[in-house]
């Protein structure tokens, strides 16, 4: 079993929709999650991170981790062309290591 | 501020032959440093990390090796090139004595074996 899962979409949207990107994980040793972007061809770019169990928000951003039932989400409100890209998720899994997921791609239509 | 550089961005190797891929941190001291596979439709592989010069870890043993000549420099060689060692490869850092909760990316290189 993959430690982290995520849906490979492609998810597709109209403009202003809100968008739930969501992963699950299997174990949870330690407690940071973290959400990146990554736009075709380009190295990704850490959005945010999360500490154990609730939400972050960061602008149109909203992260939330529900440990009970180990799910990992990303809120995307307004959401915009330029919002077009690749979602991955992560979680720590040593002090140096982040296991991935395989990332969802997203598609925000004009 | 800091920035992480890789080149090349895009390299066409035949099998067989080597490789080597630049990775330069500028605007931090003693960063620690990554080496990251991305397949296609695969998350991220962690191949090797470094917490200092000449010091070395590695995650999964493969063709492949790292090595930390400088301590903002790293460097992703290998002695004969295999068709699976294709992909897009990613150096990252993290700022020193903090975890991997905030690990920055470069740009990446792809590299496609023939």
């Known amino acids: 079993q993959k430690e982290v899962e995520q849906d490979p979409g492609p998810l597709s949207v109209p403009e202003g929709a809100i968008v739930s990107l969501n992963c699950t994980y299997s174990n949870s040793a330690f407690q940071y999650f973290m959400w990146y972007r990554q736009y075709s061809r380009k190295g990704p770019e850490l959005l945010m991170y999360?500490?154990?169990?609730g939400n972050k928000e960061d602008g149109r951003f909203t992260a939330q981790v529900d440990k009970s039932s180990k799910y990992i989400s990303l809120f995307i409100r307004d959401s915009q062309p330029s919002d077009s890209a690749t979602y991955l998720c992560a979680r720590m899994t040593g002090r140096r290591a982040l296991t991935f997921g395989s990332g969802t791609r997203l598609q925000v239509q004009p | 501020s800091q920035t992480i550089h890789q080149w090349p961005a895009t390299l066409v190797q035949p099998v067989g032959s080597p490789l080597s891929l630049e990775c330069t941190v500028e605007?931090?001291?003693?960063?620690?440093l990554y080496w990251y596979r991305q397949a296609a439709g695969r998350g991220l592989q962690l191949l090797f990390y470094?917490?200092?010069?000449?010091?070395i870890s590695s995650e999964v043993p493969q063709n492949l090796s790292a090595s930390r000549p400088q301590d903002r420099q790293f460097i992703l060689s290998s002695k004969k090139l295999l068709l699976s060692d294709s992909g897009f490869y990613l150096c990252?850092?993290?700022?020193?004595?903090?975890?991997?909760?905030?690990?920055?990316f470069g740009e990446g290189s792809r590299l496609t074996v023939l």
């Open positions: 999360t500490y154990s169990s």
């Open positions: 470094s917490v200092g010069i000449g010091q």
């Open positions: 990252a850092w993290v700022r020193p004595g903090t975890g991997a909760e905030e690990l920055f």
């Open positions: 605007g931090t001291s003693n960063p620690n």
